[in-house]
């Protein structure tokens, strides 16, 4: 459910100065970011391995889109280009503030390529069993048939807190695996 600022709305002013194929460019990839601002830390991880290996085939629309975010063309959209690539929606700050965070899943301040797809790879219907599955094999790093606090801290190579991870496993697991998550609960972030 798209929450009410988020409503679409295009100044009409600044859409003058945009292409008919930039707005549907954008328009594509807005919308599945305002999904994963919403998202379970747990779910935005998944995400983000999935979205590392996707093909380039995959993801050339994605491609076309991220260099259209990124003015700069250094790999990487600072908050100051996303507000501008997304100027003909009239958006206040505010809230272009909290999807640009939201979307900022290292919390550096800037949004990586990875970040990107990973926030919009939904739209493109990437999004499979067999690569949830992958997915959780990724994360499920000693095969335990879990995902641990143990296997997000070496996944992420301990640049995560302590506590952030206690809390992605406690926003997903249940019942007697408190402390961690067996693939039917990943599944139902799906």
């Keep these: 459910m798209t929450h009410f600022i988020f409503e679409k709305k295009r100044d009409r002013f600044s859409t003058q100065n945009k292409s008919f194929e930039y707005i549907k460019l954008m328009d594509h990839v807005l919308e599945p970011m305002k999904r994963f601002i919403s998202y379970d830390m747990l779910k935005k991880l998944a995400l983000l391995v999935i979205a590392h290996k996707l093909t380039s085939q995959e993801i050339a629309d994605l491609r076309k889109a991220f260099d259209a975010f990124d003015l700069q063309h250094d790999g990487i959209i600072s908050f100051g280009e996303f507000r501008e690539a997304l100027s003909c929606y009239g958006y206040p700050k505010e809230v272009l503030k909290r999807l640009f965070n939201g979307i900022n899943i290292d919390n550096t301040g800037l949004v990586n390529y990875t970040e990107f797809l990973a926030a919009t790879i939904e ?23 879990y995902i641990s606090f143990e296997n997000i801290n070496e996944q992420f190579e301990g640049k995560l807190p ?13 019942g007697d695996n408190e402390n961690k998550i067996c693939y039917a609960e990943f599944l139902l972030l799906w």
């Design 162 to 174: 302590s506590d952030k991870i206690e809390k992605i496993i406690a926003e997903v697991a249940v």
């Design 123 to 145: 739209g493109e219907d990437l999004i499979t069993e067999g690569r949830i599955a992958e997915a959780f094999d990724h994360l499920d790093c000693n095969n335990s048939g």
